[in-house]
């Protein structure tokens, strides 16, 4: 071998080496014990759900010899009960009405108010500010009494319609302030040539403003579907007929008085997740350009 290709071949094995390091940048160990942490708590947190959908295929008497174990064979009968007792799909539509209806009505009623307090100097504006900062500041269990007092007087016990109310009395609070950033950051030019160009102040929010504010009122409009689906604590004290229950609450079906029926229990909770995961997978890159938005300042 000469000597020049002894000398080359150094050099190109150090270019080599100098490609591979620049593809490959230097992590810092905070950085890797991070992704450790991150990845250990999202399988801690799928655990639980992994151990409803492997319990939901296993019969009820399999759970008294081995409470945690894997199913021998796929027992689909459990989805089969699951869907004909309580009247399932009539509970997942009620959980489908007032957590879409509540999510809808508290996101719009918070684009208007978070608009309004971003965007003119109300008197008394950080006043407002705080009160709905307040809402999310107080547990909402300690008001049970005084508004189940309130929807007796006006009727609205055992109503679908006072269900709904409630869920999007109860999601204002958070959407206002989540929007809040959004609309601080809208240029207020944009509004102002609309209506230069004849546009009304109701026009040029609607047509202009409302489009760019699209991130922020899916992410919003999301985050509060989520609670609302699974909100049991109200429903049952607000509402007295099995045929108007939600989900959350229509599942109690599956408890007697001495016994559970675990097997139909697990299928029926993973039936009710599907909404969620479809509704999350499908808007999940909405909720991140709309926080990461709302984010920048």
């Keep these: 071998m000469s000597e020049e290709s002894t000398i080359a071949a150094?050099?190109?094995?150090?270019?080599?080496?100098?490609?591979?390091?620049?593809?490959?940048?230097?992590?810092?160990?905070?950085?890797?014990?991070?992704?450790?942490?991150?990845?250990?708590?999202?399988?801690?947190?799928?655990?639980?759900?992994?151990?409803?959908?492997?319990?939901?295929?296993?019969?009820?008497?399999?759970?008294?010899?081995?409470?945690?174990?894997?199913?021998?064979?796929?027992?689909?009968?459990?989805?089969?009960?699951?869907?004909?007792?309580?009247?399932?799909?009539?509970?997942?539509?009620?959980?489908?009405?007032?957590?879409?209806?509540?999510?809808?009505?508290?996101?719009?009623?918070?684009?208007?108010?978070?608009?309004?307090?971003?965007?003119?100097?109300?008197?008394g504006g950080s006043v407002i500010v705080i009160i709905f900062l307040s809402g999310l500041m107080i547990p909402i269990q300690y008001s049970a009494l005084p508004l189940f007092q309130e929807f007796s007087k006006f009727g609205l016990v055992d109503s679908r319609i006072g269900i709904i109310l409630f869920y999007a009395a109860s999601g204002v609070p958070f959407s206002t302030y989540v929007l809040l950033p959004f609309c601080r950051q809208l240029p207020k030019d944009l509004e102002d040539a609309a209506m230069l160009d004849g546009a009304s102040l109701g026009s040029a929010f609607f047509r202009v403003m409302l489009p760019l504010l699209r991130p922020g009122i899916v992410a919003v409009a999301m985050f509060n579907f989520m609670?609302?689906?699974?909100?049991?604590?109200?429903?049952?004290?607000?509402?007295?007929?099995?045929?108007?229950?939600?989900?959350?609450?229509?599942?109690?079906?599956?408890?007697?008085?001495?016994?559970?029926?675990?097997?139909?229990?697990?299928?029926a909770l993973v039936v009710s997740a599907v909404p969620l995961v479809a509704i999350f997978m499908i808007g999940v890159r909405k909720i991140v350009d709309g926080l990461a938005t709302g984010g920048v300042k």
């Design 227 to 267: 609670p609302l689906w699974n909100q049991f604590f109200y429903p049952l004290i607000l509402l007295r007929s099995p045929d108007k229950f939600p989900i959350s609450v229509g599942l109690t079906s599956f408890f007697g008085e001495h016994s559970v029926d675990f097997g139909p229990l697990f299928a």
């Design 10 to 123: 150094p050099r190109k094995n150090s270019r080599a080496h100098k490609r591979r390091a620049e593809r490959q940048p230097y992590r810092k160990p905070g950085q890797s014990i991070g992704r450790v942490v991150v990845w250990g708590y999202a399988c801690i947190a799928l655990a639980p759900l992994i151990l409803v959908l492997v319990n939901s295929f296993r019969p009820t008497a399999d759970f008294v010899s081995n409470p945690v174990g894997f199913p021998t064979h796929l027992y689909l009968d459990n989805y089969k009960v699951a869907l004909s007792q309580g009247n399932f799909f009539a509970i997942i539509s009620n959980s489908l009405l007032y957590a879409g209806v509540g999510a809808i009505v508290a996101t719009f009623i918070s684009v208007l108010a978070a608009y309004a307090l971003a965007r003119w100097n109300v008197r």
